[in-house]
Protein backbone atom coordinates (compact mmCIF):
# COMPACT_ATOMS: atom_id res chain seq x y z
CA UNK A 1 0.00 0.00 0.00
CA UNK A 2 1.04 3.74 -0.92
CA UNK A 3 1.12 6.36 1.68
CA UNK A 4 -1.08 9.59 0.73
CA UNK A 5 0.48 12.53 0.84
CA UNK A 6 -1.85 14.83 1.92
CA UNK A 7 -0.25 18.29 1.57
CA UNK A 8 -2.51 21.34 1.70
CA UNK A 9 -4.32 23.79 3.77
CA UNK A 10 -7.87 23.28 5.57
CA UNK A 11 -10.40 25.40 5.02
CA UNK A 12 -9.97 26.79 8.65
CA UNK A 13 -6.88 28.13 7.66
CA UNK A 14 -7.52 29.58 4.28
CA UNK A 15 -10.07 31.81 6.04
CA UNK A 16 -8.04 32.70 9.09
CA UNK A 17 -5.30 34.02 6.17
CA UNK A 18 -8.24 35.90 4.07
CA UNK A 19 -9.56 37.59 6.92
CA UNK A 20 -6.42 38.46 8.48
CA UNK A 21 -5.57 39.71 4.58
CA UNK A 22 -9.22 42.02 4.29
CA UNK A 23 -8.16 43.69 8.14
CA UNK A 24 -5.01 44.50 6.44
CA UNK A 25 -6.49 45.76 3.62
CA UNK A 26 -8.79 47.85 5.26
CA UNK A 27 -6.45 49.39 7.90
CA UNK A 28 -4.28 50.71 4.87
CA UNK A 29 -7.01 52.10 3.03
CA UNK A 30 -8.29 54.09 6.04
CA UNK A 31 -4.61 55.55 6.60
CA UNK A 32 -4.38 56.11 3.27
CA UNK A 33 -7.49 58.13 2.02
CA UNK A 34 -7.02 61.16 4.31
CA UNK A 35 -4.07 61.25 2.85
CA UNK A 36 -5.21 61.26 -0.30
CA UNK A 37 -7.90 64.07 0.71
CA UNK A 38 -5.12 66.14 2.32
CA UNK A 39 -2.96 66.35 -0.88
CA UNK A 40 -6.18 67.11 -2.94
CA UNK A 41 -6.83 70.45 -0.43
CA UNK A 42 -2.97 70.99 -0.23
CA UNK A 43 -3.03 71.15 -4.21
CA UNK A 44 -6.29 73.61 -4.09
CA UNK A 45 -4.42 76.14 -1.88
CA UNK A 46 -1.89 76.16 -4.79
CA UNK A 47 -4.00 77.07 -7.09
CA UNK A 48 -5.31 79.67 -4.55
CA UNK A 49 -1.89 81.14 -4.75
CA UNK A 50 -1.53 80.80 -7.94
CA UNK A 51 -5.12 83.05 -8.94
CA UNK A 52 -3.73 85.31 -6.21
CA UNK A 53 -0.50 86.02 -7.75
CA UNK A 54 -2.08 85.95 -11.11
CA UNK A 55 -4.27 89.20 -10.47
CA UNK A 56 -1.16 90.84 -9.05
CA UNK A 57 1.29 89.97 -12.17
CA UNK A 58 -1.70 90.78 -14.53
CA UNK A 59 -2.50 94.31 -12.31
CA UNK A 60 0.82 95.01 -12.70
CA UNK A 61 1.45 93.88 -16.30
CA UNK A 62 -1.53 96.27 -16.79
CA UNK A 63 0.27 99.28 -15.97
CA UNK A 64 -1.85 99.84 -12.70
CA UNK A 65 0.85 99.75 -10.09
CA UNK A 66 2.62 103.36 -9.80
CA UNK A 67 0.80 103.96 -6.66
CA UNK A 68 -1.22 101.39 -4.62
CA UNK A 69 -3.22 104.03 -3.20
CA UNK A 70 -4.65 104.38 -6.78
CA UNK A 71 -6.59 101.80 -6.46
CA UNK A 72 -11.00 102.03 -6.46
CA UNK A 73 -12.33 102.08 -2.67
CA UNK A 74 -13.85 98.97 -3.72
CA UNK A 75 -10.38 97.17 -5.39
CA UNK A 76 -10.19 95.93 -9.00
CA UNK A 77 -11.75 92.50 -9.45
CA UNK A 78 -10.57 89.59 -12.26
CA UNK A 79 -12.53 86.72 -13.17
CA UNK A 80 -10.62 83.44 -13.02
CA UNK A 81 -11.46 83.04 -16.54
CA UNK A 82 -9.38 86.36 -17.61
CA UNK A 83 -6.88 85.66 -15.40
CA UNK A 84 -6.25 81.73 -16.59
CA UNK A 85 -5.91 82.64 -20.12
CA UNK A 86 -2.30 84.55 -19.54
CA UNK A 87 -1.40 84.66 -15.94
CA UNK A 88 -2.58 81.29 -14.18
CA UNK A 89 -1.32 77.99 -15.62
CA UNK A 90 -3.60 75.34 -15.06
CA UNK A 91 -5.49 72.65 -16.65
CA UNK A 92 -8.43 72.73 -14.06
CA UNK A 93 -11.29 75.12 -14.63
CA UNK A 94 -11.80 77.04 -11.84
CA UNK A 95 -14.98 79.53 -10.76
CA UNK A 96 -14.40 82.71 -9.14
CA UNK A 97 -13.00 85.73 -9.01
CA UNK A 98 -9.59 87.84 -7.83
CA UNK A 99 -9.97 91.43 -5.56
CA UNK A 100 -7.13 93.61 -5.22
CA UNK A 101 -7.05 96.32 -3.10
CA UNK A 102 -4.74 98.83 -1.66
CA UNK A 103 -3.77 98.75 2.15
CA UNK A 104 -3.40 102.03 2.28
CA UNK A 105 -1.67 102.00 5.83
CA UNK A 106 1.45 100.08 4.50
CA UNK A 107 1.23 100.55 0.61
CA UNK A 108 0.86 96.98 -0.55
CA UNK A 109 -2.01 94.98 -1.94
CA UNK A 110 -4.58 92.59 -0.06
CA UNK A 111 -6.06 90.32 -2.07
CA UNK A 112 -9.13 88.53 -1.92
CA UNK A 113 -10.04 85.31 -3.42
CA UNK A 114 -13.20 83.41 -4.04
CA UNK A 115 -12.24 80.24 -5.47
CA UNK A 116 -14.27 76.88 -6.47
CA UNK A 117 -13.52 73.69 -7.99
CA UNK A 118 -15.72 70.61 -8.43
CA UNK A 119 -15.40 69.79 -4.80
CA UNK A 120 -13.77 72.72 -3.24
CA UNK A 121 -14.13 76.55 -2.14
CA UNK A 122 -12.38 79.14 -0.85
CA UNK A 123 -13.65 82.36 0.41
CA UNK A 124 -11.06 84.85 1.71
CA UNK A 125 -12.68 86.06 4.36
CA UNK A 126 -9.89 86.76 7.12
CA UNK A 127 -7.71 89.79 6.59
CA UNK A 128 -4.75 88.65 8.53
CA UNK A 129 -4.41 85.53 6.16
CA UNK A 130 -4.76 87.95 3.21
CA UNK A 131 -2.22 90.51 4.18
CA UNK A 132 1.30 90.87 1.76
CA UNK A 133 4.59 90.46 3.58
CA UNK A 134 7.16 93.10 2.42
CA UNK A 135 8.18 90.69 -0.47
CA UNK A 136 4.76 90.62 -1.69
CA UNK A 137 3.39 86.80 -1.58
CA UNK A 138 -0.25 86.07 0.25
CA UNK A 139 1.32 85.26 4.20
CA UNK A 140 -1.06 81.91 4.11
CA UNK A 141 -3.45 80.26 2.49
CA UNK A 142 -5.67 78.53 6.01
CA UNK A 143 -6.31 75.21 4.35
CA UNK A 144 -8.75 74.91 7.30
CA UNK A 145 -10.93 77.06 5.30
CA UNK A 146 -10.91 75.33 1.89
CA UNK A 147 -14.35 73.80 2.48
CA UNK A 148 -15.77 70.75 0.28
CA UNK A 149 -18.29 72.09 -2.13
CA UNK A 150 -18.66 73.72 -5.57
CA UNK A 151 -18.78 76.93 -7.04
CA UNK A 152 -22.64 77.24 -5.40
CA UNK A 153 -21.08 77.59 -2.10
CA UNK A 154 -19.03 80.79 -2.98
CA UNK A 155 -19.52 84.18 -1.99
CA UNK A 156 -18.69 85.91 -5.44
CA UNK A 157 -18.55 83.93 -8.32
CA UNK A 158 -18.42 87.03 -10.86
CA UNK A 159 -17.21 90.44 -10.36
CA UNK A 160 -20.71 91.81 -10.85
CA UNK A 161 -22.03 89.83 -8.15
CA UNK A 162 -18.86 91.84 -5.80
CA UNK A 163 -19.47 94.89 -7.14
CA UNK A 164 -23.30 94.70 -6.31
CA UNK A 165 -22.98 93.55 -2.86
CA UNK A 166 -21.32 96.90 -2.26
CA UNK A 167 -23.44 99.06 -4.61
CA UNK A 168 -27.21 97.56 -5.30
CA UNK A 169 -27.06 100.52 -7.96
CA UNK A 170 -23.71 99.34 -9.93
CA UNK A 171 -24.88 98.52 -13.62
CA UNK A 172 -22.74 94.78 -15.06
Partial sequence: ??????????????IAVT?????????????????????RIN??????LNYANGAETKYVADGLDSEYGDLPVNGICFSTSEL????VKTEKDYKGIVILKADVGSQKLKR????ASDKYVYNSTNDVNEGLTGSNHLI???KNDIIEGNENDLTFKTCCEYYKSLDSNYDC
Avoid: R, W
Fill in 1 to 14: MKKINKKGFTIIEI
Fill in 19 to 39: VLLAILILLAVFAIIPQIKKS
Fill in 43 to 48: AFGDEV
Fill in 84 to 87: KKEY
Fill in 112 to 115: YVYL
Fill in 140 to 142: NIN
